[in-house]
């Protein structure tokens, strides 16, 4: 796919955008448009090999993975800068002090949640943890837990490994999703080993309650789940009312029966790093994790990786606090648009999350059809809504985490393509 006008359509978007009576009103660093079309990202790069040839020529806008267009925080660029001008990048020592103590004082200033440098489990990532977890704590053939619509990893990693799903779905109302306890519970099977908690929840942006999280905690606990909190998305919670409680600073009860993931990598733009931290309070299921991880993969985690992770966490509150406002934004502004476009497109509220779950049904196509009239006609690269299950078809997902002068962008091709259907 030729990528030579990617920067002509930024162009376009930044005219849009300071047309618009809903643009950001004062000069942001979130508002610079950085080209990554030739910076080998699959945001903006993969067109070729994951569209049909159709509907790569149609040049959509990548507005789908979740990763954002923004540049990490300059004090993590420093601190990566330092790091390579030191010139040797050697085999990492493990974990510093420095960085354990990044990562407790993060959960202790933006949670309340006090924990142990111990708990601490440096790993590549909350995808490749998620399969060892699964691996270490199921046998094939066992059964897991999930809340659909969830993320695609949610369900793939787990048929990967030859576990089942056993489907808890979350309750659609009129804004949004709801927890529903009994059907929740009715879900676990005799051999349902797991619950994998999206916390916040992706892609509907739910961010739970004390008692949804205790409810949920209690019947695991009655049934002998172990929960498995990922709680990647922890920094993202937009609405000022609510507040991510991270599900083991419940209680020791629920501390000892859980395994939390958590990273920089989605707050600070940084998954291509490659570093994580799951939090694992009880010894044995830390030993057994840990066991299960080495026989997978060589145990060290991108060196760099950590020298950012440590820089965010010591440094990047300020940038992160810039960053939500700027995402609030991005949300009321899209969901006005689509809303005053048309009646058959609903945005859904959402507590968190630089993601959008658009409700595409009014528009009375089939999921295979929404998806090639978002790419060909829209020219606009969506996640398809059943990648996150059956709950998904007629969804899409919208990666809202790019400058305004993007959404703005997706708004008018969006509005092009629902003009032409009449």
């Known amino acids: 796919m030729a990528r030579d ?180 519970e009715a879900a676990i099977r005799p051999d349902t080993k797991l619950f994998i908690l999206s916390h916040p929840h992706n892609p509907t942006g739910n961010v739970w309650t004390e008692d949804e999280l205790r409810t949920m905690g209690e019947i695991c606990a009655r049934h002998g789940v172990l929960v498995v909190s990922d709680e990647i998305h922890q920094d993202l919670v937009l609405n000022p009312a609510r507040t991510h409680i991270p599900f083991a600073s419940l209680g020791p009860e629920f501390a000892r029966a859980s395994i939390t993931c958590t990273a920089p990598s989605k707050t600070f733009n940084l998954p291509g790093l490659q570093c994580a931290n799951i939090l694992i309070p009880d010894h044995r299921l830390r030993e057994d994790f840990s066991r299960q991880y080495e026989r997978n993969v060589f145990p060290l985690v991108n060196v760099l990786g950590m020298v950012a992770a440590e820089a965010a966490y010591t440094h990047g509150e300020p940038w992160l606090e810039e960053l939500l406002g700027y995402l609030r934004g991005n949300h009321e502004h899209f969901a006005k648009a689509v809303h005053s476009a048309t009646s058959k497109l609903r945005v859904l509220p959402a507590d968190a999350l630089y993601l959008a779950w658009m409700d595409c049904r009014g528009l009375g196509m089939d999921a295979e059809a929404l998806d090639r009239f978002m790419l060909t006609e829209a020219r606009l690269w969506l996640d398809r809504g059943q990648k996150f299950g059956a709950e998904g078809h007629g969804y899409m997902r919208v990666n809202l985490g790019c400058p305004r002068s993007t959404v703005d962008e997706a708004i008018r091709r969006l509005g092009d393509a629902l003009a032409g259907l009449g």
């Open 5 to 184: 006008t990617a920067p002509e359509a930024d162009t376009s978007a930044s005219s849009s955008a300071s047309t618009s009576s809903s643009a950001a009103p004062a000069a942001s660093s979130f508002d610079t448009v950085v080209d990554r079309s030739r910076s080998n990202s699959m945001k903006w790069t993969f067109a070729d090999s994951l569209l049909a040839p159709d509907e790569a020529a149609a040049e959509p806008l990548p507005m789908w993975v979740a990763d954002t267009d923004f540049k990490a925080p300059q004090a993590v660029l420093d601190a990566l800068h330092d790091a390579v001008d030191h010139g040797v990048l050697g085999y990492p020592g493990g974990a510093t002090d420095g960085y354990l103590d990044a990562v407790v004082n993060w959960q202790a200033r933006r949670f309340g949640w006090e924990i142990s440098r111990d708990w601490v489990v440096p790993a590549a990532g909350v995808i490749t943890s998620l399969k060892t977890v699964v691996q270490a704590f199921s046998a094939p053939g066992d059964s897991v837990l999930i809340q659909p619509p969830v993320y695609v990893h949610f369900h793939e990693d787990v048929r990967l490994n030859g576990r089942h799903l056993a489907y808890a779905p979350l309750e659609r109302t009129e804004d949004g999703y709801r927890f529903d306890a009994r059907t929740f």
